[in-house]
């Protein structure tokens, strides 16, 4: 058998670290999309006797790896060891440490034995060891940051104040997705609104439809659901339904939130920084006047299908947001593909603004909107330095340790993908979180190369070793 360890340490209580790790959404925030596992089924929690199915992925292979929880002490360890799966044998012990009253120590300890015997293990020891460096220490990453954004959010809201219940459009989506885990892993209740039979509450924007009566009581929606835009060339057809579901689902939340007698205290609904058109080097806080053309367009009558809410009293927040930076989905997977293939490079002059921003920031800044009472309005959700498109194919690269030097021509990109390409990928705005900064939020990881390092999982040799 092999051993792994990995030992942190946390400005946070043992009994909240250990109770984080225990609630629905906590695995989920600690598997990074690069491992390729996804949860299958869980149950009992990780208390003794608790049982996880995994899929894990490897090229067209899928293989069911089984755990059971086998040991459980509240507030100082949990253990759970292979049943049935691909190693000859796994165990994984968590162990959590009081230190102080608001300081503790996690240690995980993972003893592992490959298949195949001594060869296995000959073979794939150096492999594994690596493989686990990687992944604890973005668990390490997203851990310490999902830890101090429900801190944040504690102090928001006042000690006493009991969870949150939060509404989502959009919850299977890649920030929906990640908010709704961030959510429920910190304590709080997620109902996800959706066409779909799984969600707790059923809307048709379609056909001006909802569930009105399950919104009662909320404290907040959060709505990001809307057609997407980067699938595909824009065809006359594709842009109305953009404009259409963007449009005819914020208008339908809007006015049914309206109408309720238990309406939530803050609306937060999703925009983009599209708003502002093609602007060059021009500075854009929120104040920034619209742009023209399609996207511009769209956001602004996103941005006004809100007004019912807002007319009723409820603070509503327009989240303009900027290109997220996930493994999961969203355009840095398109980014890197060409990159692993050595063909990577600027696209068009590289003079156009990325307003970029890392997931975990984007969640923050839901949850800032949700708590504080001084965030209303337009909202910009980008890091504080937006970087022209050759800088941050420059930075890629060095992330990926990949040469940056195959520039995409602009004729290329508009014979190739017509309007859409325009749009996206030629014309940029430089927008700044100018709202986000003067309320008090502190971005997790404003650095372009520290959030691609954690979402890619591409730690540099001393991160590794320590």
């Known amino acids: 058998m092999h051993t792994f360890r990995h030992r942190i340490e946390l400005d946070h209580p043992v009994e909240t670290v250990f109770a984080w790790h225990g609630r629905p959404g906590a695995f989920q925030r600690l598997a990074p999309a690069w491992a390729k596992v996804r949860l299958l089924a869980a149950t009992g929690g990780i208390e003794r006797g608790g049982r996880v199915t995994l899929e894990l992925r490897k090229g067209p292979a899928r293989l069911r790896w089984e755990l059971a929880h086998t040991h459980f002490e509240e507030n100082r360890l949990f253990v759970d060891e292979q049943v049935a799966g691909p190693f000859a044998g796994w165990r994984h012990e968590h162990q959590f440490e009081a230190l102080a009253p608001n300081r503790c120590a996690l240690t995980d300890v993972v003893t592992w034995q490959a298949p195949l015997g001594t060869l296995g293990s000959r073979l794939g020891e150096g492999f594994m060891q690596r493989s686990l460096r990687r992944l604890f220490l973005f ?21 006493d104040a ?4 939060v509404a989502i459009t959009g919850a299977t989506g890649l920030i929906g997705t990640e908010l709704a885990n961030l959510l429920t892993a910190g304590g709080h209740t997620v109902r996800r609104i959706s ?8 809307w048709d924007p379609a056909a001006q439809e909802i569930e009105a009566a399950k919104l009662e009581g909320l404290d907040a929606v959060v709505h990001l659901a809307g057609e997407p835009i980067g699938n595909g060339r824009w065809t006359a057809r594709k842009k109305l339904a953009v404009h259409r579901s963007r449009k005819a689902g914020t208008l339908l939340l809007a006015r049914t ?27 854009l806080p929120e104040t920034a006047a619209p742009g023209a053309g399609f996207l511009a367009d769209v956001c602004l009558a996103w941005e006004r299908a809100t007004d019912p809410a807002q007319a009723a009293g409820i603070r509503t927040v327009r989240l303009r947001t900027g290109m997220v930076l996930s493994a999961a ?15 990577g490079g600027r696209l068009g002059s590289g003079r156009q603004y990325m307003p970029w921003i890392d997931i975990d920031d984007e969640l923050g800044l839901c949850l800032h909107a949700i708590a504080s009472a001084s965030v209303h309005g337009a909202m910009n959700a980008a890091a504080p330095e937006p970087l022209q498109n050759g800088e941050f194919s420059t930075v890629l690269g060095r992330v990926l340790r990949r040469p940056a ?13 017509g309007e859409m ?26 650095d372009l190369q520290e959030s691609l390092r954690t979402q890619l999982g591409r730690f540099t040799d001393r991160a590794a070793a320590g």
């Open 139 to 159: 668990r390490e990453a997203r851990l310490r940051g999902d830890l101090e954004l429900h801190r944040r959010l504690a102090q928001a809201r006042g000690a």
């Open 162 to 165: 009991p969870p949150l219940n």
């Open 195 to 202: 066409r779909g039979r799984a969600g707790d509450i059923r």
């Open 257 to 283: 939130l309206a109408g309720l007698a238990a309406r939530p205290a803050v609306f937060v609904s999703g925009s983009a920084v599209g708003y502002y058109g093609d602007r060059g080097d021009e500075l």
């Open 329 to 343: 989905g969203g355009a840095l997977p398109a980014m890197r593909l060409p990159f692993q293939f050595g063909a």
């Open 405 to 417: 030097l195959l520039p995409v021509p602009d004729l290329a990109i508009r014979i190739l993908l």
């Open 421 to 446: 390409g325009e749009a996206l990928l030629l014309q940029g705005q430089r927008a700044i979180p100018a709202k986000a900064l003067a309320t008090g939020y502190a971005f997790l990881r404003p």
